[in-house]
């Protein structure tokens, strides 16, 4: 009995599994457009752990001596220290020109455009403001070395009026003499031993010179180059004011120097702060700016032409 059933029990397990048969057609089928699955991005074959550092050199490109441009200044950082030089101030003065034609037309610019003459004694006041350190407003920065002094003018017993161009070489207490441009506020003891003397370094350029930065600060060289650069241009024919590249030049000949050393300086040591701060402030005082602090470049054109 049990072998005649068995087939039949077969028989009827292969009819009910094909009626349970499930259609997988409609799956395969599907509209792609309803896949939302995204393939995952290609994974990146670079180690930055392991990556070489950049073997580019720092620029050693020389300070840009292109033409001063005349066009209105586009907005600086506020922490950039360069000036934002009026564009109308520089208007009428050709920058193609070279030698003692851009020095002429430097002068006659400076000359016109002064509101006032500014006086010797009067400069004691000017100068408490002129040379304030812009970090610590409650000091001058004493002019070669640095040094805090007092915003108080006690008839030079703690600091003097330093004539970076000096007294007996033409420039007195008047005109050149009084120009706040030129004088700066330098400790006693520091102004008693520059002298006279044409700027130099000793060692190379003989007895007769000083070295501006032979307190500590080399950045002074550069600040005293252009301030003898504006004085040379300014006073040029009202007061016969020369540069020499002989540190033994006597008084009389009304020269200041060493030219060639100072071309250098202004080329090496680039506009300190303390420039910037009070070329903007003697130029809103008495509408005169120092174009060398503007446009460093102006003085090889001028002397190196």
Known sequence: MKKRLAPLICFLAALFLASCDVDTS??????????TTTSAPAPTTSDPTTSE???SSPSTSEPSTSEPSTSEPASSDSSDDTPIVPSAYYSKVDFSQTGNTLRG?????????ANSVPNYSKLNTTLLKSDLNPKDPKH?????????????WDSGATWNKEH???????????????????????????NSGRGNNFYGIPSKDGANTYDPGSEGYPEYRGMAARIIFYTATRYWKLNGLELSDNPSDSASKKTMGKLSRLLEWNAT????????????????QYNVRNPFIDYPSLASKIWSA
């Open 26 to 35: 409609s799956i395969s089928n599907t509209d792609s457009s309803t896949d």
């Open 53 to 55: 550092p950049s073997t």
């Open 105 to 113: 037309n430097l002068a006659t610019l400076l000359n016109n455009a």
């Open 140 to 152: 001058l920065v004493g002019f070669y070395d640095r040094a805090p002094l007092n915003p108080v």
């Open 164 to 190: 970076v161009w000096p007294n007996s070489r033409g420039v007195g207490k008047s005109g050149p003499g009084a120009d706040p441009h030129m004088l700066r506020p330098t400790s006693v003891k520091v």
């Open 269 to 284: 040591y680039p506009v300190d702060p303390t420039e910037t701060y009070r070329n903007e402030f003697l130029y809103k």
